[in-house]
């Protein structure tokens, strides 16, 4: 995908598709307890293989670089009793460990084995009824791996008590998964590091769920607005959003001079850049409840030539790709010198971009959409740009609607 050099437009809006986080947790949750209907379901790729995995009746369920599907339908597959499954994915799904999770489920008594290599997909999960009820789990790990859990929790015949033991990775994605159980009526607590979720034997509350926008899809958008400095306007977001990533309203306001004005009877928010704003000497901030849109905040960092030294990043490691080492060979193509460790990343220095800029994404959708809003500071290439189908089918037209060559 070859981008020119562009200028933003002014005041356009963009609908953006239902959060792919919340519309994979409401698909479990209504294939277990029925009841739900969904309003702006997700219209990404992960949301649409999983739906379709859920649909079907196949001993064999391939969700190809799913990765939530993957950590969410191993938990459900565990306690479908009398059905044996076969889950598996594509090459990169296979390197992509799971170890804990699967410990812990054959902790609570499941039956899961490993198909080809020890602690990674394929996995042959063979459902049965799980009685047990407590289990320790490491706090570091993936939060998509805690929620896998607590989706089948309200089903077990005793529910479950998790102790995470450490430092809590993603807590605001876990206190999202509480809620929406909330929602449905099935009672949970999240006490110091224990959680606890009660049996639901009856049927949920029969509710209609309207999926908020994705607050990760809006992240580029704040990056085009702080580099390009005029109004966009998108829908559908609330004021008092779960989503951990609804953080990049206050990040971008601090850093970057966007503010964010919400219209509440719209769901409409519409980012608006400081006339005259003063960008800051250094960013320094702990991503590690947000760290999905640390790619968008470095990128527009690197454009701005602003120095950062962003922390929390450990769960960028074992993404669609090792996001921090991706993020340190293209980001040498805008000028930008970064050091990078297993949890943090920060710039060293700023010179000239290259001349012909052409950006691998590495199979990662987070890797083409973080660094297409430099478009409005030169000319660049996105290689393999239909990767944004995995979360954001829409972005390049999107994209287009909102810049002028």
């Known amino acids: 995908m070859k981008l020119e050099k562009s200028e933003l437009i002014g ?8 959060s792919k ?69 594509s090459g990169r799904m296979k390197e992509r460990p799971i170890k804990n999770l699967v410990s812990a489920l054959k902790d609570l008594g499941a039956e899961i084995e490993y198909l080809e290599n020890e602690g990674f997909p394929p996995l042959k ?9 407590k289990v320790n789990v490491p706090a570091d790990i993936s939060s998509q791996f805690i929620t896998s859990l607590l989706l089948i929790a309200g089903k077990l015949e005793n529910g479950l008590e998790i102790h995470l033991a ?18 449905f009526g099935i009672k949970n607590s999240f006490e110091g590091n224990t959680i606890k979720i009660e049996p639901f034997n009856g049927e949920t509350q029969t509710t209609d769920y309207e999926v908020e926008s994705d607050w990760s899809s ?21 004021k008092k959003s779960t989503q951990g990533d609804s953080a990049i309203a206050g990040i971008y306001e601090k850093f970057f ?13 519409t980012l608006q850049p400081v006339p005259d704003f003063v960008f800051p000497e250094k960013i320094a901030l702990d991503m590690n409840n947000c760290p999905d849109i640390a790619q968008t905040l470095c990128v527009t960092a690197a454009a701005l030539k602003i120095p950062f030294d962003i922390s929390g990043l450990g ?7 090792d996001r921090l080492l991706a993020l340190y060979n293209e980001l040498k193509k805008l000028g930008t010198e970064t050091e990078i460790t297993d949890l943090t990343i920060r710039s060293v220095s700023f010179g000239e971009p290259e001349e012909h800029i052409s950006i691998k994404t590495y199979q990662d959708h987070r890797m083409a959409m973080s660094f297409a809003p430099f478009c409005l500071m030169g000319e660049l290439n996105i290689e393999d740009e239909e990767v944004v189908e995995k979360s954001y089918p829409m972005f390049w037209e999107d994209l287009e609607s909102v810049v002028a060559h």
Not at 11 to 18: A, C, E, F, P, Y
Not at 222 to 232: H, N, P, V
């Open 11 to 18: 005041d356009k809006t963009i609908q953006i598709s239902g």
């Open 21 to 89: 986080s919340i519309s994979n947790r409401l698909l479990i949750l209504e294939s277990v307890f029925r009841n739900i209907k969904i309003g702006n379901l997700s219209n990404s790729q992960d949301t649409q293989l999983l739906k379709k995995a859920l649909s079907e009746n196949t001993e064999t369920v391939d969700i190809h670089h799913a990765g939530t599907a993957m950590r969410f339908l191993t938990s459900y597959y565990s306690i479908m009793e009398g059905k044996t499954t076969v889950l598996t994915g």
């Open 125 to 133: 999960i063979t459902g049965k009824k799980i009685t047990q009820d």
């Open 166 to 183: 450490g430092h809590v990775t993603s807590r605001s994605y876990i206190e999202m998964t509480l809620d929406i159980l909330t929602r």
């Open 218 to 238: 809006a992240s580029y958008f704040y990056s085009i607005c702080a580099l390009g400095r005029k109004t966009i306007h998108l829908k559908s977001f609330y």
């Open 257 to 269: 001079g966007i503010k964010t004005l919400f219209t509440e009877d719209e769901h409409k928010i």
């Open 315 to 321: 769960t960028l490691r074992v993404k669609e790709t």
